[in-house]
């Protein structure tokens, strides 16, 4: 039971980059624009999936690293 569990945690990370990649691919190149009332909210949805996607890369590298260091081991 606990790998049906994985695969459709994968599978909702899979559809979760899809849309954040079609939402930001749209703002971009189509000139999509997301209005909340009269303000216009495009640059600051791009500015925090950029953000977003920045902090994760390094988070990773930072685990990575951790990893690294504390679980080497000589052989």
Do not use: W
Not at 15 to 37: D, M
Request: proline share 3%; no cysteine.
């Amino acid at each position: 039971m606990p790998l049906i569990k994985y695969k459709l945690m994968g599978i909702g990370l899979i559809l979760l980059s899809a849309l954040v990649i079609y939402v930001s691919f749209s703002i971009f190149f189509l000139n999509l624009r997301i209005k909340l009332g009269g303000l216009d909210i495009s640059p600051i949805i791009i500015k925090i999936i950029n953000f977003t996607i920045i902090f994760l890369v390094f988070i990773y590298l930072a685990y990575v690293g951790y990893i690294m260091i504390f679980h080497a081991q000589e052989k």
